[in-house]
C-alpha cells in the first residue's frame, strides 16, 4: 500500500509499503480522510524542543506513518473487538488520537489523555498514523462509530473538535458567562460552538484575519473583533459592565495571546491554555494572584468529548463546508504540509488516501 514515512525532520516520503495485518484483538481499517494537523507541521520542522533537547521525550519518532485525525472503514475485525466497540465490517469508524495503555496511575483514573506511555497515533512506532491506505487499531484503542453522511474529511474533524471541546469543559462554563476564545483556526472555531453548547451568555472571537473572523460568526461567535484593528479591552469591557471576560480560552499558542488574556479577564475568572508555544511566554504572574485570583487550566487531547464531538459534526450546525478547506490525494501530503505552514490560506487541510 501507499503510506507517507516521516524520516526525519522535512523527509516525508510517499512510499510503497507493507498492508498491515489484522492485530489480535484489534481492527483493519481502510483510511478514508485524514487531517492535517499544526502538530503534525511542527513534527515536520523537526520541532526542535521535541527532537533535540535531551530534557524532553522525544515525542515524534522516525520511520513512523503520521496521521492522527482520521476516518477509515473497517477492513477486517475479530468477534471480540467488533464486540467490544460495538461495529461491524463496512462501518465507518474513527479512534481517539491516543492509545491508553490502561495500566498506568493516569489510565487507572480516568485520565486516560494523560496516559504515562503516551502512544499517540502517528508519533510512535508502535502506533503508526493514517498517511497510509490501511491503517490498524490495537485491541487497547478507543474506537467510535461516525455517519457515512458525512463527507470524509468532515467526519475526520472529529479529533480536533474533541480538543476544542475538552479546553471548554475546562474552562467550566456558567450560563451566564461572557467568553473570549484566542485564535479562530480549527481549534478555535470548534471551541466557539462548544462555548455555545456549553450555554454561555456571550462568545468573543479574537483572529487577525477578516475570512477567519467571518468562520467565527458562522460557528457561533456572537461578537468577532479583530485583535489589529479593535479596541478589544473596550468591547469585552462593555460586554461586563465594565469587568472582563469570565472565561478566556486560548488557541494560538502565540506568546502575546497569554498576556492579552490575563488583562482581559476579571477578577476570579478562568483562564484556559490549549495552544503550543514555539517560544516561552512571559506575563506578570502577580495578575493571576494577588490582581485578580485566577483559575488558570491547561487542556490537552479530548477526553470523554468524542460522542459530543460526533453529535455536532452530524447536527451540522459547524460550516464543514468552509472548515474543511483544502481535500488533496495522498500524493500531494508534502503540498497540504506547505497550505498548513502557509497558515492563512487555508482552514483544515485533509488528505483522502483512496483517491
Ligand atoms: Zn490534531
Ligand atoms: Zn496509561
Known amino acids: 500500500m501507499q503510506a507517507v514515512v516521516c524520516h526525519?525532520?522535512?523527509?516525508?516520503?510517499?512510499?510503497?509499503?507493507?498492508?498491515?495485518s489484522l492485530p489480535d484483538g484489534g481492527a483493519l481499517v481502510r483510511v478514508e480522510a485524514v487531517g492535517i494537523c499544526a502538530s503534525d507541521l511542527k513534527c515536520y520542522h523537526g520541532a526542535a524542543k521535541f527532537w533535540g533537547d535531551e530534557n524532553r521525550p522525544a515525542w515524534a519518532e522516525?520511520?513512523?506513518?503520521?496521521?492522527h485525525e482520521f476516518v477509515g472503514v473497517v477492513e477486517e475485525i475479530g468477534s471480540e473487538a467488533a464486540q467490544r466497540w460495538g461495529v461491524a465490517v463496512g462501518d465507518r469508524v474513527t479512534s481517539e488520537q491516543i492509545v491508553p495503555c490502561w495500566r498506568c496511575r493516569y489510565c487507572l483514573r480516568g485520565a486516560y489523555h494523560m496516559c504515562a506511555v503516551h502512544d499517540l497515533y502517528g508519533f510512535k512506532r508502535r502506533t503508526p498514523g493514517a498517511m497510509a491506505e490501511f491503517m490498524t487499531f490495537p485491541p487497547e484503542a478507543i474506537v467510535h462509530r461516525i455517519s457515512k453522511d458525512l463527507p470524509p474529511?468532515?467526519?475526520?474533524?472529529?479529533?480536533?473538535?474533541?480538543?476544542?471541546?475538552?479546553?471548554?469543559?475546562?474552562?467550566?462554563?456558567?450560563?451566564?458567562?461572557?467568553?473570549?476564545?484566542?485564535?479562530?483556526?480549527p481549534i478555535g472555531l470548534g471551541m466557539i460552538a462548544g462555548a455555545k453548547a456549553k450555554g454561555a451568555a456571550h462568545v468573543v472571537a479574537l483572529d487577525a484575519v477578516a475570512s477567519k473572523l467571518d468562520l467565527a460568526k458562522r460557528s457561533g461567535a456572537d461578537t468577532a473583533l479583530d485583535i489589529t484593528t479593535d479596541d478589544i479591552y473596550e468591547v469585552v469591557r462593555g460586554l461586563t459592565g465594565g469587568f472582563g471576560a469570565d472565561v478566556y480560552i486560548e488557541g494560538?499558542?502565540?506568546?502575546?495571546?497569554?498576556?492579552?488574556?490575563?488583562?482581559?479577564?476579571?477578577?476570579?475568572?478562568?483562564?484556559v491554555e490549549y495552544g503550543v508555544f514555539g517560544s516561552e511566554a512571559s506575563a506578570d504572574w502577580s495578575i493571576i494572584s494577588d490582581d485578580k485570583e485566577l483559575d488558570v487550566r491547561g487542556a490537552h487531547l479530548g477526553p470523554h468529548t468524542w460522542p459530543k464531538a460526533i453529535s455536532i459534526l452530524e447536527s451540522g450546525v459547524l460550516p464543514m463546508d468552509d472548515i474543511c478547506s483544502h481535500q488533496l490525494p495522498?500524493?500531494?501530503f508534502q503540498e497540504g504540509l506547505d497550505l498548513v505552514g502557509s497558515g492563512s490560506t487555508s482552514v483544515k487541510v485533509s488528505l483522502l488516501p483512496g483517491s
Open 330 to 332: 495522498l500524493s500531494q
Open 252 to 271: 494560538t499558542g502565540h506568546p502575546a495571546a497569554v498576556k492579552q488574556g490575563l488583562n482581559l479577564l476579571r477578577k476570579l475568572g478562568t483562564y
Open 62 to 67: 522516525t520511520e513512523v506513518v503520521p496521521g
Open 153 to 185: 474529511a468532515h467526519a475526520a474533524f472529529v479529533e480536533p473538535l474533541s480538543c476544542s471541546l475538552h479546553a471548554v469543559e475546562r474552562a467550566d462554563i456558567q450560563f451566564e458567562d461572557v467568553v473570549v476564545v484566542a485564535g479562530c483556526g
Open 8 to 20: 526525519g525532520p522535512e523527509d516525508y516520503r510517499l512510499e510503497e509499503v507493507a498492508k498491515p
